[in-house]
């Protein structure tokens, strides 16, 4: 049976968390003296309340978690947070619509990066503050912030992490997992201030450095300027982010080994990173000579331009400095492939992840080399490891949920009366939580405003969906999991 009382308490205590984020935005608030104030203190004081009443109910709970409640936790948690998430968004007025303000607190804490907000440049600084920070919090897990902060809160924290994280391959730093998530935290925070200083010293002002840092370590993409980053004009700033975009979308645990342990051999000689950097050199090179080719640009407009969007979707970001919707096709392609595929597990990247990518190539390498040799016995192996047979069985069922689900979103987006270049680029912004616009990136004009409210509520699903890894959502809904036994 499921224990909802200590479900119950543990989504109590993130709410408190998510209070207390909402004061750092009362802040902001009162430091800009705008007119989101009131908003954060109502929204802040529900969720508080609303925390307190959770924690009431789980006061008697046992720290102890089964794989079943573990699984409940992380679903229950991602929706809870966006639920009360919006509060902002409705109180104070910058949106409306129910369903536009779950879209959009949805699309943040999975770090989607998508917007029914056409005019950023409109909202106040709270309400922006907000944006990114829900970004920030969602990038690397939310319960699984909670296992940094809070590691004797949630008992079963290894079933927990293995329903939260992302990747097919669990990689520890340390026995404990709670040390491990704060080490991961510590990286992920360091990597954070030194994006806001480096952008600060590049000419942004103090709160687009923080909002920016936030956004792109996440591999968000929400902006404070209507423009992104071209709103800076400045070379500088699209290659600080062309950086920490690529940074972020590496596997923390190899980041922990090279900025702590300083190995940084063993990093360069891991199959993933080489094949993480390997995609983004040959897509760079492929669009960076058909731009100066097919369009006349100059090689270092070119070659920056092309770097920083193959960076973008290959990190699932979704930052923008040119308009990748006026160049020739076969770059939508490439582009497309890149947010499919994803970065490295262990990131804050989405995607089906480079990792899987490689697996899938090695099993077919085994099969074709089989077929030659039946006899023979070829393990998988991924940095010289055997690759279980489990996990292979489980790759293919990933792979071909991916697949249907691109599809299947595709198919509806279609039939809803939507051209097929931008149906088939929201199916793969929501699966692989990319944050592509429709309006500047691929395909014809158009806004995420103009679906209909049950299609944004139905992406709002999908990007919980895509953050989770499909399998996470899916197991909810099979009757064997619902059973006692």
């Given amino acids: 049976m499921i224990n909802w009382h200590i479900i119950s308490k543990i989504i109590g205590s993130l709410l408190c968390l998510e209070a207390f984020f909402m004061l750092w935005c009362l802040v902001m608030s009162f430091i800009f003296e705008e007119d989101d104030v009131l908003a954060f203190m109502m929204s802040s004081a529900l969720t508080f309340g609303s925390g307190f009443l959770f924690l009431f109910f789980g006061r008697s709970a046992e720290n102890s978690l089964s794989r079943r409640d573990a699984y409940v936790v992380v679903a229950a948690t991602w929706l809870v947070f966006s639920v009360f998430g919006m509060l902002p968004f409705l109180i104070h007025g910058s949106l409306t619509n129910l369903s536009e303000a779950f879209f959009e607190t949805m699309s943040g804490f999975t ?47 290894v079933k927990v992490f293995a329903a939260e994280a992302t990747g097919p391959m669990r990689s520890k730093m340390h026995p404990r997992l709670s040390t491990t998530a704060k080490w991961i935290w510590s990286i992920y925070l360091m990597l954070t201030i030194a994006c806001a200083l480096s952008f600060w010293a590049a000419g942004m002002d103090w709160f687009d450095a923080l909002n920016y840092s936030m956004t792109t370590t996440a591999t968000g993409g929400f902006s404070t300027h209507n423009g992104s980053t071209v709103f800076f004009n400045s070379v500088t ?85 040119d308009n990748a919707g006026m160049w020739p096709h076969l770059t939508w392609i490439i582009l497309g492939f890149l947010m499919f595929v994803g970065a490295c597990a262990g990131s804050t990247t989405g995607g089906f992840k480079c990792i899987r990518l490689l697996m899938l190539f090695k099993v077919l390498q085994g099969e074709i080399r089989h077929i030659l040799h039946p006899s023979a016995v070829l393990p998988v192996k991924i940095n010289g490891q055997s690759v279980p047979q489990s996990r292979l069985v489980s790759l293919l069922a990933v792979f071909t949920l991916y697949v249907v689900m691109l599809l299947g979103i595709t198919a509806v987006m279609s039939i809803s009366g939507i051209d097929i270049t931008n149906s088939l680029t929201i199916a793969l912004s929501l699966v692989s939580n990319t944050g592509a616009g429709l309006d500047t990136n691929i395909g014809p004009v158009m806004s995420w405003a103009d679906l209909s409210d049950s299609l944004k509520w139905l992406c709002s699903f999908l990007m919980l969906v895509g953050r989770l890894e499909i399998m996470t959502v899916l197991v909810l809904f099979t009757r064997a999991f619902w059973k006692e036994n």
């Fill in 111 to 157: 770090t989607t990066g998508v917007t029914t907000i056409d005019d950023v440049e409109r909202l106040p600084h709270g309400i922006l503050f907000w944006r990114s920070l829900m970004q920030w919090v969602g990038g690397l897990g939310i319960v699984f912030f909670t296992i940094a902060l809070l590691p004797s809160l949630v008992g079963g924290s």
């Fill in 237 to 321: 700033i699209e290659y600080l982010a062309i950086l920490f975009q690529f940074l972020a979308g590496i596997n923390f645990t190899l980041l922990y080994m090279s900025m702590f342990r300083l190995k940084i051999g063993s990093v360069l000689r891991n199959s993933e990173f080489q094949l993480y950097v390997a995609l983004i050199v040959g897509a760079t090179l492929v669009i960076m000579y058909m731009l100066v080719s097919r369009l006349h640009y100059h090689y270092e407009p070119a070659f920056r331009s092309a770097l920083f969007q193959v960076v973008s979707f290959i990190t699932t970001t979704g930052l923008s400095n």
